[in-house]
């Protein structure tokens, strides 16, 4: 992931945002969401202080654009999409008085009572707590079995993006953003897109690729599978709306979902799933790709074969 160059306050122009999901929503509402309540101590600029104290912090070494100064002030500049398990806001990070400057998606999971459940069953076999009350609750999808399932969303995603994050920077073949921090169920991540304007990458499914780029994008969507697979995990949930392209890099985004392939009954499953998902849509613009036979790789790979 490139290192991204810092812009001043006065740079942020707020009438172009937008952000990748798989819901095309997207939504201005001004104002923090209920949980960042207001500090009787506020800045002089901004809406709050950094939250970067007291949050759990991503893997080093970090990025120099990530803004640790506890003087540092959180800007909201609006909602940026609105999904079926989060709302994600864009954020801007700065000193004041500076050009240290930092551009953050900032994703609230839903507490239980505003959240859909009906995907969560799967995705969570072969996840488990330590105390039989929790998991019980977790099971029977009680009110507090719903609140212990979102924060497992949000720590599984901070969990997954840091060690990914780690991997690609290792080996460069897999792309995420990186997770700033963590703070109950809010995850402040990277801002993938353009930091002056607070245009996001496009899609996956937004982009127009002429036959050289379509190539190359298809072995960067296998290396980073191939990655996966090693270490046996799969997304679980990809498709051409949660991979972003990036100044022609591919970049994966929204993994709250993400499965142990071997602790999971399903691992099979959901590996083909991502497959045939990305792989119908390179084929739908013309490229031949063989499905089947990556697939067969990829269960090597993650040694379910």
Partial sequence: MREHDSFGP???????????????????????LPQLQEDPDLP???????????????????????RTEYGAVDTELGMLKTGKEADVFLV???????????????????????RLFHRDAGYLEGRRVRRSREMRAMTNRTSFGKEMIAGQWAVAEFGALSHLWQVGRESGLVRVPYPVQLIGTELMLEFIGD??????APRLAQVRADPDLLADLWRQMTDALSVLARAQVAH???SPYNI????????????????DVIANPQGSDFIARDVRNVAAWFAQRGLAVDADELLERLLYEAGLR
């Fill in 92 to 114: 801007r990070r700065a000193v004041p008085d500076t050009d240290k400057v930092s551009m953050l998606a900032a994703k609230r999971y839903r507490d239980g009572d505003h």
């Fill in 236 to 238: 679980g949930d990809l």
């Fill in 195 to 200: 930091w002056e304007t607070g245009e996001a």
């Fill in 10 to 32: 006065a740079t942020m122009r707020r009438g172009r945002r937008k952000f990748d999901d798989d819901d095309l929503t997207f939504l201005k509402r001004g104002g923090p």
């Fill in 44 to 66: 002089d600029t901004g809406d709050r202080w950094s939250t970067w104290d007291g949050a759990l912090h991503g893997p080093e070494p970090r990025p120099d654009w990530v």
């Fill in 244 to 259: 972003l392209v990036h100044d022609g890099q591919l970049v994966l985004i929204d993994l709250p979902q993400i499965v």
